[in-house]
């Protein structure tokens, strides 16, 4: 159980184009999920949370306009990159939780999309 | 800035040699630890997590040390084996549920 699919798992796409990234819990219902973002040889960063039904909160530093979050089920979320740029290059990974408790609550990591702007 | 970081970036051990992966955290009122497991081109996997109010957590062939004290972290492997080959990294959860990541160590398995 506990299973978090992307969609797709790598995107190719010319500059100035938007692209948008799927992140689904498919065996459960998750009422928070997370996107990050991956350089080659680096460690996650968190980027966004997003809640169900709401806005999603923006670490500092990431555009919110640039990078559009909708979480509009229990299931889904999707990460939009708009107007894409080379440096946008990334490897996208998404996580989902449960949310049973007030904290500490397990988080399941989607496969990545490895996203690629010519 | 990081709270978590990682003292060597990679880390090559002999086929069947334990392994010992380590990591510092600057927050000393971090209360939940947890290391991942990253395979080229996939997503952390769950290895194995501990709380504040312990000092060693162990699974299926993984430790977990927690030094409080020192606010040092260490992943041990035993028996290591070629399928261990992968980036190792610690992680901190913060009560609003995100997670912070460590540099990573890259383990090589040597034949």
């Known amino acids: 159980g506990a299973v978090v699919s992307q969609h797709p798992s790598w995107v190719i796409c010319k500059s100035g184009t938007s692209v948008k990234i799927e992140c689904r819990s498919l065996?459960?219902?998750?009422?928070?999920m997370f996107w990050y973002r991956q350089f080659p040889k680096q460690s996650l960063m968190l980027m966004a949370t997003?809640?169900?039904?709401?806005?999603?909160?923006?670490e500092q530093g990431v555009e919110k306009d640039k990078f559009l979050i909708n979480h509009a089920s229990l299931t889904l979320s999707t990460l939009t990159v708009t107007s894409a740029h080379p440096e946008d290059s990334s490897f996208y990974i998404c996580s989902a939780s449960l949310g049973r408790s007030s904290s500490y609550n397990e988080q399941f990591f989607g496969p990545g999309t490895r996203l690629t702007v010519l | 800035g990081e709270s978590v970081g990682l003292h060597l970036p990679t880390l090559s051990v002999q086929e069947g040699d334990n392994s010992i992966i380590n990591c510092a955290y600057s927050?000393?009122?971090?209360?939940?630890f947890i290391w991942y497991k990253q395979e080229s081109g996939k997503g952390p996997q769950f290895i194995i997590d501990i709380r504040s109010n312990m000092d060693k957590r162990q699974g299926q062939r993984v430790t977990v040390l927690l030094n409080k004290t020192v606010k040092h972290l260490s992943l041990q492997i035993a028996a290591t084996q070629p399928g261990d080959s992968a980036v190792y990294f610690c992680?901190?959860?913060?009560?609003?549920?995100?997670?912070?990541f460590g540099k990573g160590t890259r383990l090589h398995i040597l034949p």
């Open positions: 927050n000393s009122a971090s209360d939940y």
């Open positions: 992680a901190e959860m913060a009560r609003d549920d995100k997670i912070i």
């Open positions: 997003s809640n169900e039904g709401s806005k999603a909160t923006y």
């Open positions: 065996d459960f219902q998750a009422t928070t």
